[in-house]
């Protein structure tokens, strides 16, 4: 069997297993019941924050357009430029594509994600020269740890995390062997990442994987010469730079729309504090004897719980730690370290001092949440990389992993008395609901101890681990998804059905106050799980300047166009925002600052319209299309007037009739208005942001280029070649 074979032999294998693992993780959320219904349902914002948004997205593309806007959200907001849209990232392409959304599909998709997460670990490993084995354990140890259990229902935090083995591999291969192919690589995942990724998970793991590359190069591989190591700057450099291009087209949107959004000054102390990691979470989830439940009315909070990895990665990352002495491991120890210091947050001295001083901690609002999934990371990949360490050295290194592993042992068992004196739980019953930890610690104890032939060994290993990690899952599951009826299901299922028979986007959202998603069309569903979800960082400054005061209700009324003769016009937009604080009614009347207005012609046109009671008239108007990025009115005037558009004002909307452009400026304001004259107009309001335009040009440029780096190096690698170079001074990892 030639080699190449073997090497697909070899990944075959490996999908299976991962897959396997991954089922017997999360088999909960593919099982059905008798009717033919799921028996479990995901819980939390998966249900009433990304699951509305994917089908959003869902219906506009597969109805045929991109969506650039979303009226819903905030009372419409430029969806083009929001990193929390989930319109990029692959698996929701491609579901979107080939069949569009439905909610069995979208909870379907979370096995997908998982799924991926050990793969892309095992890749990893085996870039860093792991064995199959221990390459698996790691992998496995990865898709179950806690951060995707615990975070399961905050899927872009998922979808960031399964990311990180990727970008880790390829800093590291360039710093081993650099090649501009790695680099367009790593960027294209880089890029990949940023789009589909939470930001401040994205920027904390860079300046982690910053801090390895600089440790690696001038610490543990000193001794490579000065111009090696510059030419591995410039690499990573190059990287960052074909990323940020191939991520223009969500880059650029999201930097414009910044000055534009409603920014937190800043988050306080007692915030922060909330959401840093208890050490004593940390610990009673790495040795989960200690149990969910610690007595009688006093249980651990579930989501800080989850801050563990399955026994099998527990003992060979202690292994790993306590025992290998190479430069790689301390590397990676440090990296741990300073990952788990960082999720303790407030609860360390050193926290509020980075807090006070450096930008990144000051925007990092859930230190647990962004730190715990890198410890994790950190802490599967050593779990790997102990597996693979022991397995190639059986006759020596079996006694340390007994050694390390009888350690973490000790270090439970005193942690399990100090949880018995402090909160004096029932000892019985605890060890009663968590034997199969100590059955599987003993059957580890035995696998390592006992001379078995490999293939035993092996195939003992990884049916442990996956066992093991099934438990550990098993124990933690709420988290991810709850036991639900099966009329619940066949009710939604019935809705999705009615909605994917004929996807209309002009029925669906020409009102205002209605989404496919959600049963009826009521205010409370607007307000609640749209305009008004708690997530400051991407709303519009004059959507909630509007929020904030009495006028607030108009944001959510059905009526999209509205005659004005009430003119009002003001020196700047702060006179404008304390007229409308004054509780007046702004279906009658329009503030419009001059800063908005540059033409002299249409300020006197607007002013000519006042008093009202000399100048009003007949009006008929009508919505003849409406979609997010385009609407088409049918308006009559008797008398000029300016017509009040019930929609959010921004940049990038423009107002034609018969391929005319008619000014649309800002009035009360958040909303868009615009001077008619008498007569009847047909007018295209469309939504065209330049921003996304040249967003897009930068990043199809940026990917044809990697296209073609791609092709040169595939070439090239099919010539023969006629010498091999080696060094043998070149790290393994």
């Known amino acids: ?121 095992y890749l990893c490993l085996q870039g860093l020269s792991v064995s199959l084995i221990g390459s698996l354990i790691g992998a496995i140890s990865f898709l179950s740890c806690g951060f995707f259990v615990g975070g399961a229902t905050i899927t872009i935090g998922l979808k960031t995390i399964i990311m990180y083995p990727l970008l880790f591999l390829y800093f590291n291969k360039i710093t081993i062997k650099p090649r501009f192919v790695y680099v367009c690589i790593g960027a294209i995942v880089l890029a990949v990442t940023i789009m589909v990724g939470y930001p401040t998970m994205v920027i904390n793991f860079l300046l982690f994987l910053i801090l390895f590359t600089g440790i690696k190069l001038f610490i543990i591989q000193r001794n490579l010469k000065f111009k090696f190591k510059s030419g591995i700057l410039i690499y990573l450099i190059l990287l960052f730079i074909i990323a940020s291009f191939l991520s223009a087209v969500v880059l650029i949107p999201a930097l414009a729309n910044y000055p534009l959004i409603n920014r ?62 190479t430069g790689f491991k301390w590397l990676i120890l440090s990296l741990f370290l300073l990952a788990l210091v960082f999720a303790f947050g407030m609860n360390t001295p050193v926290y509020p001092v980075l807090f006070r001083h450096l930008y990144i901690f000051r925007i990092t609002s859930y230190p647990e949440f962004d730190y715990r999934a890198i410890f994790l990371f950190f802490l599967s990949l050593a779990g790997g990389l102990g597996a693979g360490h022991f397995l190639a050295s059986l006759k020596t290194e079996r006694t340390k992993v007994l050694v390390s592993s009888l350690t973490v042992l000790v270090i439970g068992s005193l942690l399990f008395f100090y ?74 299922i019935k809705k999705e059905e009615a909605r994917l028979k004929e996807v209309d986007i ?101 002013r000519s319209l006042s008093p009202p009671e000399s100048n009003q008239g007949s009006y008929k108007g009508n919505i003849k299309y409406f979609s997010p990025n385009r609407i088409k009115y049918d308006i009559f005037l008797e008398k000029p007037a300016l017509i009040f558009f019930n929609e959010i004002y921004y940049p990038g909307w423009i107002l034609e009739e018969n391929g005319k452009n008619i000014p649309l400026f800002r009035i009360n304001s958040a909303f868009r208005g615009a001077y008619l004259e008498v007569g009847h107009h047909d007018l295209v309001m469309s939504f065209s942001p330049l921003s996304f335009k040249i967003g897009l040009m930068i990043s199809s440029f940026s990917g044809m280029f990697c296209l073609s780096v791609f092709i040169i190096s595939y070439f090239k690698e099919k010539k023969p070649k006629t010498s091999v170079s080696k060094s043998s001074n070149m790290p393994k990892y």
């Open 264 to 325: 937190a000054e800043g988050l306080n102390v007692d915030y922060v504090s909330r959401n840093s990691l208890n050490p004593f979470f940390f610990l009673s989830s790495v040795f989960p004897f200690l149990g969910p439940f610690l007595g009688p009315g006093y249980r651990l909070n579930i989501i800080y719980r989850n801050c563990g990895i399955g026994l099998v990665g527990i003992l060979f990352a202690a292994y790993y730690f306590i025992f290998t002495t």
């Open 1 to 121: 069997m030639n080699q190449k074979k073997i090497k697909a032999a070899r990944i075959l294998l490996a999908l299976i297993i991962i897959l396997s693992a991954t089922l017997a993780c999360y088999y909960r959320l593919v099982i059905r019941s008798p009717d033919g219904n799921l028996c479990y349902m995901m819980r939390g914002d998966a249900n009433t924050y990304v699951y509305p948004r994917l089908i959003f997205n869902s219906d506009c593309i597969r109805d045929g357009f991109w969506p650039l806007w979303n009226p819903y959200m905030f009372g419409g907001c430029p969806w083009f430029s929001d990193l929390s849209s989930y319109l990029y990232h692959p698996t929701n392409l491609l579901i979107i594509l080939l069949t569009g959304y439905t909610y069995e599909l979208f909870q379907l998709q979370y096995i997908l994600i998982y799924f991926l997460g050990g793969f892309f670990m």
């Open 506 to 606: 002009v029925k669906t959202y020409k009102r205002k106050n209605q989404f496919p998603s959600r049963q009826g069309s009521t205010k409370s569903m607007f307000w609640k799980y749209f305009s008004d979800s708690g997530h400051n960082s991407t709303r519009l400054k004059s959507f909630q300047r509007i929020m904030h005061s009495s006028a607030r209700g108009i944001l959510s009324e059905d009526f999209r166009i509205m005659p004005i003769y009430d003119i009002k016009i003001l020196e700047s937009e702060e006179d404008v925002i304390d007229e409308i604080n004054k509780d007046i009614d702004l279906h009658g009347i329009a503030l419009i600052s001059k800063e908005e207005i540059n033409d002299v012609n249409l300020l006197d046109s607007l």
């Open 419 to 492: 949880s018995w004196i402090h909160f004096k739980f029932d000892i019985k019953n605890l060890l009663a609901q968590n034997y199969f930890w100590l059955i599987n610690f003993s059957l580890f104890i035995v696998l390592v101890a006992i001379k078995l032939p490999r293939i035993l060994l092996y195939g003992g290993l990884i049916a442990l681990c996956i066992f093991d990690a099934s438990y550990w899952t098993k124990t933690n599951f709420e988290t991810v998804a709850v036991a639900t009826h099966g009329s619940r299901w066949s009710k939604k």
